[in-house]
């Protein structure tokens, strides 16, 4: 038979030791990683901030990218679970439930203060549950429909968040919920650090490895679930649903499970959000956010984690480095800011997203072998078999 | 004694105006290779499409095994003992050849998400096993230098085998195979008869549609002709090719008053096209 | 009993305005199996393009009277909607007409992010004001009330409605738009140009929705750069709702979803004790579309989507 490779590809290891080359990358980045705060800080405590959002949406692009990217569903919607985790963690941790619910003052005479890692996997299950129960009911609808109805729901959502203040307050409306406590590991606070190994780091600076400590566990988490039968049987319902469900594979429950594990990243990350900001509001969970999650997938690489890592880095870098430059760019060549920082953002949003599914529809560091996301062939088709396979799930 | 790995009865499946199976009844024994055949529009996909779940029937009853066996969802088809492969090739392109048989895997094994982070030690033991059964089946079927291949970047021929090898790793009971010789050479095709008689001598029963009249007459046990929805003849296939019902279904009318059996010696490059 | 009448008059306000938009996401589905999910943000150029073009009539000619302002609106409208239209469909949709069908979509998504952008930085981001051109005493029906413009608004959608449909059912452009939007290869056997319709589509759809976003403006008296998103959602939600692809399906979709939504909004806050009020009107059209999209998928009167195999 022929060979249609030039040379047959080298297997991939089992036992899931990446080679050396890999670990001493992985090593190198670790090492910046705890040097970065302290450089950024020397720019300013918004740099550290920013680095701190980075984080989070990492986390936020690492579970959109289980439901897009691993299972091949189209969330519109996924902002909703972010949304469930920061309230639940909000309405946990904060004087808002005991302030306007007497009864729970006098259960609670010294305040709501649950800890973040109860209030955590609280948050998560309930973003887990309302995930299956978005999924259930839709998981069977074309791909088209089934982005406009999670669309839909994240809306939903929203409305409700900005409108369950009357006649029982329970969200507080467009004012949002604040005083919410910051993350405490044993009696260590994290906002009021005070003295630590000597020195004294900023509030900021603990948080930022907090957030990147919990974004690494979410990248093995999802380098785990790729490399698994699960991860297996994610990608064959995406290659050929049929052909799956021939071979066996539960194709409702996979993708059920799909959609609540991404739900689940985005309840911890939001609760992680609203520990950190202190204070939670409508306002940050609007369809605008599920798009921006979903541009940073598509520009890294739908599908494959470092890609996606790499998305999420770029798009919530490049405005903060763009509000740094281009406003005072403006200033000093047009006397006014033309285009505000806002605005640039939204700009960079819409052309990335645009450009790559016309330009390089597989992402810009799409995976090697299996790269080819048959989701998206793209206006240059990238080979005659991707865009079959899609075509055939229709 | 033999065992009966598939009795179906009475199978019906209307689509609006059209009767596209009608009282259809088969029986395959355990260690057959089992042929159904028939003109285009015969009813051989629709059948098939019913047994393995893809297509809900109107009537019928089913035992597989001795068990009875309604085929509702597709996936629990599999569970259940029956593998398929499709007419038109459906593999997974842009996963490894390997990968696509450990697919395959995934009806007989157990890991769910937890053990896939934790890594639990079963997990790794399970992962270990598929990949190692997943390679020793590609080697069997003689496709094992593809493994790290791409579906998509094999040879026809190949590609057709990889499906195979996919299917016989669920363990099937029964392995149905949809038009496995279609688009195949001659050459190819003597391979194929030879794999099929081996996977037969390995204790799988095999169920195949095939249009190539020759291949099937020379590998099957048993044959079952359908014809507009219904079974016209059922035997062996020196039987079945001098029916006068199945040779005028095939050749017409004048050909049946003959009653000259179906032409199997022709020359050897002959793909058997009806 | 009043509420009801009102409420129904709302409704057929809100229905007429949802049907013109409807209709462009149903033909642009039928042709093309694509949620243009641009196509809220087209009207929305064209609502503010018509306001400074009234605005700049306006401070030019004081003594125009209000209808004339209101006609020149709408004929400025249309054209910047129809090339608006034209242009996101030879540049972002047409290079992926062949490519599966998410991809589209997502570039939708983008192409409407970026539309809004540009209207932010030629409009700015605060909402504005279109001034009042029809005569403000409003007519009465019974005990409820109906102002002139939301006259206008039913009387116009229902001509254009009727203009449309016997543009498709009794002459050539729409017999080949339906040839197109039935089987668009077999369609270019005939003889029709397939790029050609496809583009006449997106036009026509784009027109209706530049009459649309002027009229949404002139009877709620405001425009804002994000104001076609939610109007944009419904509509897709009652062309859905009609069975995509149909054309009659979105102006029956259309009605009936402003109906619901108008009785919804009106009647909520008896039906739940004053625990959900009006403020939660917009979610009406959400659960409308879950429900559909769950439960009857092809819509009322059945969907029509072209068979691109």
């Keep these: 038979m022929n060979e249609t490779a030039a040379e047959p590809p080298k297997p991939p290891l089992a036992g899931g030791r990446p080679p050396p080359r890999v ?12 040097v970065l705060p302290w450089v950024a800080g020397a720019f300013g405590d918004a740099w550290i901030r920013a680095l701190c959002f980075v984080a989070l ?19 519109l919607g996924y902002i909703a679970f972010y949304a469930v985790g920061a309230y639940t963690y909000a309405l946990l941790a904060s004087p808002h439930l005991t302030e306007h619910f007497p009864a729970l003052a006098r259960a609670f005479p010294s305040g709501l203060h649950v800890s973040i890692w109860v209030a955590l996997p609280i948050g998560a299950s309930l973003a887990a549950a309302f995930g299956i129960l978005l999924g259930a009911p839709v998981l069977k609808l074309r791909g088209d429909y089934l982005a406009i109805v999670t669309l839909g729901f994240g809306e939903i959502i929203r409305i409700f968040l900005n409108n369950l203040n009357a006649p029982l307050n329970f969200t507080n409306g467009p004012s949002g919920l604040t005083l919410i406590d910051p993350v405490r590991i044993g009696h260590f606070d994290l906002a009021h650090p005070g003295v630590v190994l000597g020195m004294r780091p900023s509030s900021l600076v603990l948080y930022y490895y907090l957030l990147v400590a919990m974004a690494m566990l979410a990248v093995l988490v999802c380098v785990r679930l790729q490399d698994s039968r699960l991860g297996r049987a994610w990608m064959a319902i995406r ?74 880095v770029m798009l919530s870098m490049l405005p903060e480095a763009l509000r740094h430059t281009a406003v005072p760019l403006q200033l000093a060549v047009f006397g006014r800011v033309l285009i505000d920082a806002e605005v640039l953002r939204m700009l960079l949003y819409g052309l990335a997203t645009v450009g790559i599914m016309l330009y390089r529809p597989r992402g810009l560091w799409p995976a090697p072998e299996h790269g080819v996301q048959p989701m998206f062939g793209g206006a240059r088709a990238a080979a005659p078999g991707a865009a079959e396979a899609a075509s055939r799930n229709g | ?80 003992g029956i593998a398929r492969t499709f007419q038109n090739i459906r593999l997974f392109p842009d996963m490894t050849a390997l990968e696509n048989v450990m697919v395959g895997r995934h009806v007989r094994t157990h890991a769910n998400a937890l053990d896939a982070v934790l890594r639990t030690r079963r997990a790794r033991i399970e992962e270990a096993t598929i990949r190692t059964s997943a390679q020793a089946l590609l080697d069997d079927i003689g496709i094992g230098h593809y493994a790290c291949h791409l579906a998509r970047t094999l040879p026809y021929g190949d590609q057709r085998r990889l499906e195979i090898a996919r299917a016989l790793a669920t363990e099937p009971r029964l392995l149905a195979l949809d038009e496995p010789a279609a688009g195949m050479n001659a050459t190819e095709k003597i391979a194929l008869r030879a794999l099929l008689t081996r996977i037969r001598a390995s204790g799988v029963t095999i169920l195949l549609i095939e249009h190539d009249v020759k291949l099937v007459m020379g590998l099957c046990d048993t044959v079952t002709v359908l014809d507009y929805g219904k079974v016209i003849s059922m035997g062996t296939p020196a039987q079945v090719q001098r029916d006068p019902d199945v040779i005028e279904a095939y050749l017409g009318r004048a050909h049946a008053l003959v009653a000259s059996p179906l032409p199997l010696h022709t020359s050897a490059g002959g793909d058997g096209s009806t | 009993m009043d509420t009801l009448v009102q409420q129904v008059i709302n409704g057929l306000v809100l229905g007429s305005l949802y049907a ?134 039913i009387v116009l959608a229902a001509l254009i409605m009727g203009a449309l449909l016997w543009l498709v059912q009794a002459t050539r452009l729409g017999r080949a738009m339906r040839a197109t939007a039935e089987n668009p290869r077999v369609a270019s056997l005939m ?103 769950i439960m009857r998928p092809q819509g009322l009167l059945g969907e029509r989507v072209a068979d691109r195999t």
């Design chain 1, 23 to 34: 670990l001493a990358a992985m090593a190198a980045v670790g090492a910046a990683l705890i």
């Design chain 1, 57 to 75: 949406y990492v986390m936020l692009s690492l579970g959109l990218n289980i439901v897009v990217g691993f299972a091949g569903l189209l969330d």
């Design chain 1, 239 to 312: 290659e050929d649903e049929v052909a799956a469900r021939a071979m066996g594979i539960n194709v409702r429950n996979v993708k059920l499970l799909a959609f609540s594990l991404g739900a689940t990243f985005g309840g911890v990350a939001g609760g992680l959000f609203a520990a950190f900001q202190g204070f939670v509001s409508p306002e940050s969970f609007s369809l605008n956010e599920s798009i921006v999650v979903l541009s940073m997938i598509v520009l890294g690489g739908l599908g494959h984690v470092p890609g996606v890592v790499l998305g999420a």
């Design chain 2, 1 to 80: 004694m033999v065992e009966c790995v598939l009795r179906a009865r009475s199978v019906n499946k209307r689509f609006g105006g059209l009767q596209a199976l009608s009282d259809v009844q088969v029986q395959i024994d355990r260690g057959q290779i089992y042929g159904l055949i028939g003109p285009n529009g015969a009813g051989k996909t629709t059948f098939f499409n019913v047994l393995t779940g893809l297509l809900p029937p109107d009537s019928g009853t089913f035992e597989l095994c001795g068990h009875p066996y309604w085929p509702t969802d597709a996936h629990r088809v599999a569970k259940a």
């Design chain 3, 20 to 153: 013109l938009i409807a209709l462009g996401y149903t033909m642009v589905y039928g042709v093309l199996n694509l949620i243009n999910f641009a196509h809220g943000d087209v009207l929305m150029v064209g609502a503010l393009a018509a306001l400074s073009a009234v605005g700049l009539l306006h401070g030019m000619w004081p003594g125009l009277p209000g209808w004339l302002l209101l006609i020149l609106g709408i004929a400025a409208a249309v054209p910047v909607c129809v090339s608006l239209s034209l242009v996101i469909e030879r540049v972002a949709y047409r290079p992926l007409r062949h490519a599966p069908r998410l991809a589209p979509l997502i570039t939708a998504i983008g192409v409407s992010i970026l539309i809004e952008t540009l209207a932010m930085l030629i409009w700015g981001r605060n909402y504005l004001t279109f001034p009042q051109l029809l005569p403000e005493a409003p007519l009465h029906v019974g005990a409820a009330t109906i102002s002139v413009t939301k006259v206008v608004v």
């Design chain 3, 191 to 293: 003889g029709v140009n397939p790029d050609a319709v496809i583009a006449m589509t997106f036009a026509i759809g784009a027109g209706l929705a530049a009459v649309a976003g002027v009229m949404i403006e002139a009877t709620y008296q405001v425009a804002h750069f994000y104001m076609g998103f939610i109007p944009g959602l419904k509509a897709f939600t009652a062309a859905v709702l009609g069975g995509i692809g149909n054309i009659p399906g979105a102006m029956v979709g259309g009605m009936l979803l402003g109906l619901i939504e108008a009785l919804g909004a009106g009647y909520i806050g008896q039906l739940t004790n004053g625990i959900f009020g009006s403020n939660y009107q917009d979610v009406f059209a959400f659960i409308v579309l879950c429900a559909v999209l």
